[in-house]
Each structure stands twice: as C-alpha cells, then as structure tokens.
C-alpha cells in the first residue's frame, strides 16, 4: 500500500512503461522497411497483438502524424482512421525531440468515453532520422490487474467550502435541532451500534436530525436512521450482535469521548458550529463539517487532543 496518491500514479506508470517499451521499440524497427505499404504495415500490426495482448488499437503515422494505415484492433481493422492526422492529440504533446517513448496521461476517450491512455514510440529509420510513430491505445479497464491500493493518509486535511456561505456565516445561528436535544440518548446509542453490532462508520447530521451508518456485514450500503429511530435503544435489536472488528484502530472506550467533542463543537459558538461529524472506526478517521462551509479530517487521537480553543483560533 502507499499512502501517497501521485506516487502510486508513479510507480504504476513506470510498471505499464516496462511491460511496453521494449515491444513497441521493436515493432517500430519491424514497420521501417513497411512505411509506403498501406496492406503490408496493417498485416504486420495484426500480427503484433500476442505481443500486446491488452492493446485496444494499433495504428502506424508518418512523421507529421497523420495516419497511414488502419486502426488495427483484436478482432480486424478500422479503416475509417486512415489519413487522420493525430498531431494535436494530447498523447503527442512532448513526443518530438524529447524521448523516443511516451506513456501518456490518461484521458477520456473520445468514442467510448472512458479512461484510456496511448503510447506513443518514434519509429527512425537506419540513419536515425525520424520517419513516423507507432501507436497504440489502451483502455483502462482492460488491463491487467497491477494496480496497488491507494492508503489515504491520514494527516490532518482542512478544505475550504462555499466561499458564498462562509461570508454569510455571522449573519445565521444556530437553532437547537431534535437531536441537540437528546445528545445524552444519541451518543450512547451510537456508541453502542459501533461497538456491538457491527457498525464501522457513523455520521451524525445534527440540524436534520439523522445518522448514517455503515455495517461491517455489509459496507456497501449505508443505512439512514432518523431522529425517532436514533433516540430509541430498541434499534439495537435490529442489528445482530458483532466483537468489536479487529481491524478497528480506534479503542472502543475512545468512541463516546469522540462524540463528545462532538457535542462540544455543536454548542461552542453561535455562528460557527458543527453541521456534521464522523468517526471511522477502521481507518481512524474523524470528519468534521462546520457551519461556515469548511470540512476537516484528522485522526481520532489527533482529535481528542485538540481543545475548543483550537477550533475557534484562540490556540
């Protein structure tokens, strides 16, 4: 796992170059002798796929990038591309004079309309003189399965909303929801379906009132309870009994504490107060969302280290 999302981007991008750039270079050697027979380079490309098996389409262009022969796919050709000119494709952006090789950045396909990106090999001729590209176009989906999984990290990250709301947020108060309330039945309910019965995320939405949930047994749906359903301990019967998930970081006897700071940050100031909070008990991670439009995610720990002041920049 990396928890550093371009250097995951990286170390794939490197892993597609090495499974590609030796094939293309010697097909490009191969289309040489070919580059005035149209027939002949479509032959050689259709030939060529055992050696690029996900490949999507092959394509041969002279050296001003228009297309001299069919767009050659697994299953036969598309001659509608012939004598296109490809120039102005963002895949070819860099290509000349810089490298003989280019993997490029992935795009929106213009046809299918989904993520792909090409590669691009300058084809020279015996004098070294640049003669042509070889292309070939991948789609995403079709690759092999190299991807590692992306960590997010999980250092405090604050972001800004609606510029249009933060200048209004002293002109608006806060009013006390059904669920402000009746905090002291809420938090420990929650509590409860986080530590007993299987649930892994909660988010508390304190104006309207509502919870998401989001169970170990089934964490592809979430499940919205509302007000009445929250402050009733008899919703603890709805959901079977679990042990807390080993794969949880946060201590089970840390889960009220968060939600107090919960609490707190609901009914510190008037004007700026929390709209909404989460806690992910897997990841460790505490979301926040104020009234003034802005988000924060940090680590529980970091979380409950933190004091009222810190949030309303005294400290």
């Known amino acids: 796992m990396s928890n550093n999302l371009k250097e995951t981007i990286r170390a794939q991008r490197e892993k597609l170059t090495a499974m590609?750039?030796?094939?293309?270079?010697?097909?490009?050697?191969?289309?040489?002798?070919?580059?005035?027979?149209?027939?002949?380079?479509?032959?050689?490309?259709?030939?060529?796929?055992?050696?690029?098996?996900?490949?999507?389409?092959?394509?041969?262009?002279?050296?001003?990038?228009?297309?001299?022969?069919?767009?050659?796919?697994?299953?036969?050709?598309?001659?509608?591309?012939?004598?296109?000119?490809?120039?102005?494709?963002?895949?070819?952006?860099?290509?000349?004079?810089?490298?003989?090789?280019?993997?490029?950045?992935?795009?929106?396909?213009r046809n299918k309309k989904r993520?792909?990106?090409?590669?691009?090999?300058?084809?020279?001729?015996?004098?070294?003189?640049?003669?042509?590209?070889?292309?070939?176009?991948?789609?995403?989906?079709?690759?092999?399965?190299?991807?590692?999984?992306?960590?997010?990290?999980?250092?405090?990250?604050?972001?800004?909303?609606?510029?249009?709301?933060?200048?209004?947020?002293?002109?608006?108060?806060?009013?006390?929801?059904?669920m402000d309330k009746h905090l002291e039945q809420v938090i420990p309910i929650i509590s409860e379906l986080i530590s007993e019965h299987g649930v892994f995320h909660a988010n508390l939405h304190f104006s309207s009132g509502l919870v998401t949930l989001w169970m170990v047994d089934d964490p592809f749906s979430y499940r919205i309870l509302s007000f009445d359903e929250i402050i009733d301990p008899d919703i603890c019967l709805a959901y079977p009994r679990r042990d807390y998930h080993e794969r949880a970081i946060v201590p089970a006897d840390k889960i009220i504490p968060v939600f107090e700071v919960f609490r707190a940050l609901r009914f510190a100031d008037e004007n700026v107060y929390l709209r909404a909070g989460s806690l992910n008990v897997i990841n460790g991670m505490v979301s926040l969302n104020f009234s003034c439009d802005g988000s924060h995610y940090m680590r529980f720990d970091e979380f409950l280290e933190k004091n009222i002041d810190f949030w309303f920049g005294t400290k």
């Open 20 to 109: 590609l750039g030796e094939e293309m270079h010697d097909l490009a050697v191969e289309c040489v002798p070919l580059l005035d027979n149209h027939e002949a380079l479509n032959a050689l490309l259709s030939s060529a796929f055992p050696r690029l098996p996900y490949c999507k389409h092959l394509y041969v262009l002279n050296s001003d990038g228009v297309q001299v022969t069919d767009n050659i796919t697994q299953t036969g050709k598309e001659s509608e591309h012939f004598g296109r000119n490809r120039m102005d494709r963002p895949y070819m952006e860099g290509i000349i004079g810089t490298t003989d090789f280019r993997l490029s950045d992935a795009y929106i396909s």
């Open 115 to 178: 993520p792909s990106f090409t590669a691009i090999q300058v084809i020279r001729n015996e004098n070294g003189k640049r003669v042509g590209f070889l292309g070939a176009d991948f789609d995403l989906r079709e690759l092999p399965d190299i991807k590692e999984i992306y960590q997010e990290p999980d250092a405090w990250r604050q972001v800004k909303g609606d510029p249009v709301i933060r200048s209004a947020v002293f002109n608006q108060q806060r009013i006390d929801s059904q």
